[in-house]
């Protein structure tokens, strides 16, 4: 079969044809085999009662006159034996003393004679054809003949073959129509029963590419957990397009503003002539163009984030890594200098995207620069819940009550913070929904603040992790 | 006849040299040259007259121009002891073996001495007239009553077993005057009387009747014939009808009688022994003897007729529609009359009819 296209092994209601036939091959050629022995033995079982029927009419017919075994052949007996029309007979009588009285005196006697009186049946050959033969005795009790003689008469086979093939052929016939009819019926079965994937199949294609919204079709337990997938891929479709759908929103509205404040600020200086005045001027617009900068800077990695948080695979990422390559890179884009790294001495394993939480702690040093007082501390630990803990540290007065209601929320701004875009915590926020984890802040007593993600801590990872941080 | 290109006639021991040896004094050897140059010989032995196998050969030759055909011609008993031996000893004796001997042909099918002759004519034969595609029945020979014209020229002849019976037991015309096959050398002869024997309880008064009578036995119907045709013999019984027919056709003295009580039909056996050197031609022999053109020539002078139009060319030769024909089936039961014991028990039960009251 390696000239069918392969798609056909895909379908299973191929492979269910398939199987079935296959199935149904074997159970016929069990019957035909059952047929085959069955019907040798219906055959000779009624041929054997010719012969039985045959000697005993000839046995009943030896008698004995005037002192002389006198035997007087029956043509009923061979009438009998001619109902197989076809087959040679033979047959032979032995008188007690072992003379031959009348019929083939070179017919085989039967190897292994057990009781002597039971009529036997065996096979042998004889004139170079297999025949079936009985042996019969009949006890002579007279004053001149006294003890068995013995009756064989014996028949070729064929019509005991030609029963046997008819037998065989009837069966088979029988065998073919009856598979026929159940393979018909298997695939009428099948059509049926595969008939509720084929409703599903239409569905999906009867349905509008912008209809996300899952399946109501009643489906069959089988197929439950592939509609249930394409329902929670469509779930995510969904979400993914309302988060870019949302994002678009914000991030028009959220440019929009502080452009055209930048573009009003340009143009003030531009008619402004003195120069003190135009000095704090020129300070703003830097003040406004940092803002804008930042706040690109955040829309682009929170649109990062939130992508990665649908699509990325999570792995086996040491928290402490991760710190070290977010400090590097905050360094790296400038204003971040004198940043401390408070790592403990072993590895703290988490599950996650690292991209996602190397931006979350990016964020996190980020936003204590911004908001809090230096020097801030980015702190990777294990804390006494036994969950993993990366957070930043400064010696600021922290957040107000409500700003703390508000933290993660997006354009949580603080609206006394020009360079603030309000994205920066919600970045960290939604890492640590992705993650599992959750958004934790403490101190804001007035001259301490700690912000940051605790996660669920994984399994120590292989020990060559320690080699790589050592890097 | 007359056709033919060669006719040699000799006597048996200078051509049969194989079977150096053994006596078959009965035994003829004619050989028909072939028409064109010889290509092959095919040898048939048969207990048939040459005359009556003679128009057949001649056809099988016109077909066959590179055939010659040796034609062994023997007694019933002398030629099956020579196929029984050659059987044995597995030599070569003839092609084809055709005998009307059909309880001994029988026999040597049951005795394995046969091949399949595998021919397509054997599905249109009936099937009492062939035995395991082996054996088949050429012929359709009924047993017939032959009578003088001329004795029974006043009140009529028998019609039947019975009308015979009463005319032996009633009068003495017949005293001397009935002439049979000597069943004990005669294998068809035998054969009709077992029949004869099985069929109805007529057989008990028959021999009866002949024993009183003095019945005389011959060995062949032909002989029995010239007797009934010359007025030494008034009513010949059990004569073979293809003999007898044929024979009222150009004698006008005797007549020809179907017995109406029954009428037993031989058909003259052949088979294609094992040792054949030539089965395809003995095969091609057996199928043109049913053809139209065979069926012709059986149904013609010899008046063998064939088992394929027997009842219907009886009818039309004897004028009857009503006959009670009676084939002898080719089955294995034929082997029962063969039987030692039952032989021996049958002819000493004839013998004691038949020649007890008046040694002739």
């Not at chain 1, 394409?230 to 779930?235: D, G, K, L, P, S």
């Not at chain 1, 905050?330 to 004198?338: C, F, K, Y």
């Not at chain 1, 957070?391 to 913070?417: K, T, V």
């Not at chain 2, 309880?201 to 009866?208: A, H, K, N, V």
Request: net charge neutral.
């Amino acid at each position: 079969m390696p000239s069918l296209p392969a798609g056909r092994f895909r379908s299973i209601a191929w492979r269910l044809t398939v199987l079935l036939t296959l199935l149904l091959t074997l159970a016929a050629a069990g019957t035909v085999v059952a047929a085959l022995s069955y019907g040798q033995t219906a055959a000779t079982r009624a041929f054997d009662r010719l012969l039985t029927g045959a000697a005993l009419q000839i046995a009943e017919r030896i008698s004995v006159v005037e002192g002389e075994t006198m035997i007087d052949i029956p043509l009923s007996a061979f009438g009998l034996l001619s109902l197989a029309a076809e087959d040679r007979i033979f047959y032979r009588i032995i008188a007690p003393d072992g003379e031959t009285l009348t019929g083939d005196e070179s017919f085989p006697l039967p190897e292994a004679s057990g009781s002597e009186s039971d009529p036997l049946l065996y096979d042998t050959v004889f004139s170079g054809e297999a025949v079936r033969a009985i042996k019969m005795q009949r006890f002579l009790a007279e004053r001149a003949v006294r003890g068995p003689i013995t009756v064989i008469v014996a028949q070729t086979l064929r019509a005991r073959a030609e029963l046997a093939n008819e037998i065989v052929a009837r069966a088979i016939i029988g065998v073919i129509v009856a598979g026929g009819v159940t393979l018909a019926l298997a695939l009428l079965a099948m059509h049926l029963a595969l008939s509720p994937l084929r409703r599903i199949e239409r569905a999906l294609l009867a349905r509008d590419p912008k209809d996300l919204t899952p399946f109501s079709t009643t489906t069959p337990r089988e197929v439950e957990a592939l509609v249930a997938a394409i329902n929670r891929f469509m779930a995510r479709l969904d979400r993914r397009v309302s988060a870019m759908q949302g994002f678009v929103a914000d991030a028009a509205h959220q440019m929009r503003t502080p452009i055209t404040a930048l573009r009003a600020k340009t143009e003030l200086a531009m008619e402004e002539t003195d120069p003190r005045k135009l000095k704090a001027l020129q300070r703003r617009i830097r003040d406004r163009a940092i803002g804008v900068s930042r706040l690109t800077d955040q829309l682009l990695s929170h649109a990062l984030v939130t992508h990665r948080a649908d699509s990325a695979t999570l792995e086996q990422i040491d928290l402490r890594r991760v710190a070290v390559e977010a400090e590097r890179e905050a360094r790296r884009t400038g204003g971040a200098e004198g940043i401390e790294l408070d790592l403990p001495a072993d590895p703290v394993m988490v599950a996650g995207d690292a991209f996602s939480l190397r931006e979350a702690a990016r964020n996190l040093i980020t936003n204590a620069l911004a908001h809090g007082r230096p020097p801030v501390c980015l702190r990777v630990s294990v804390t006494s819940q036994g969950r993993a803990l990366i957070a930043a540290h400064d010696q600021g007065p922290g957040m107000s009550p409500d700003q703390l209601q508000r933290i993660g929320q997006r354009f949580a701004r603080d609206p006394s913070n020009a360079q603030s875009a309000g994205l920066g915590l919600a970045i960290v926020a939604e890492v640590a929904e992705f993650h599992q984890g959750t958004l934790r802040t403490a101190g804001g007593a007035g001259d301490t603040f700690e912000v940051g993600i605790e996660l669920p801590l994984t399994a120590p990872a292989a020990p060559f992790s320690e080699g790589e941080i050592a890097q | 006849m007359k056709r033919l290109t060669g006719f040699v006639l000799t006597t048996a021991i200078s051509l049969v040299a194989g079977l150096a040896g053994l006596s078959h004094a009965a035994e003829t050897v004619t050989r028909f040259d072939a028409i064109g140059s010889t290509t092959s010989d095919l040898v048939i032995a048969s207990v048939t007259d040459i005359d009556f196998m003679q128009p057949l050969i001649s056809a099988f030759q016109a077909i066959n121009p590179g055939m010659s055909v040796t034609y062994i011609q023997d007694t019933s008993n002398s030629l099956d002891k020579s196929v029984s031996e050659a059987c044995a000893s597995a030599n070569f004796f003839a092609d084809l073996v055709i005998s009307s001997s059909i309880a001994q042909q029988v026999r040597l099918v049951n005795g394995g001495c046969a091949r399949v002759i595998g021919t397509p004519v054997l599905t249109s034969l009936p099937d009492w007239a062939q035995w395991r595609g082996e054996l088949i029945g050429l012929t359709y020979e009924p047993a017939v009553m032959v009578y003088n014209k001329e004795a029974f020229a006043a009140e009529g002849p028998p019609h039947s077993r019975f009308d015979l019976i009463d005319l032996m037991r009633q009068s003495d015309k017949l005293n001397g005057r009935i002439a049979t096959y000597d069943i004990e050398n005669s294998g068809v002869g035998y054969l009709f009387a077992f029949q004869d024997s099985t069929e109805a309880s007529t057989w008990g008064r028959l021999i009866e009747g002949f024993g009183r009578n003095s019945v005389a036995t011959f060995c062949c119907s032909s002989e029995v014939i010239d007797r009934v045709a010359d007025g030494r013999a008034f009513v010949g019984y059990n004569v073979l009808g293809s003999y007898a027919l044929s024979r009222a056709e150009s004698d006008e003295r005797i007549g020809v009688i179907l017995p109406s009580d029954y009428t037993l039909v031989l058909s003259r056996a052949g088979y294609i022994p094992r040792e054949a050197r030539d089965a395809p031609a003995a095969r091609a022999f057996l199928e043109l003897a049913l053809s139209p053109q065979g069926r012709a020539i059986l149904d013609g002078e010899t008046r063998l007729l064939t088992p394929l139009n027997g009842p219907a060319a009886l009818a039309r030769l004897s004028g009857d529609d009503e006959l009670a024909l009676r084939p002898i089936p080719l089955t294995p039961a034929l082997l029962v009359s063969l039987d030692r014991a039952k032989r021996a028990r049958f002819l000493s039960q004839w013998r004691k009819s038949v020649t007890l009251p008046s040694p002739r």
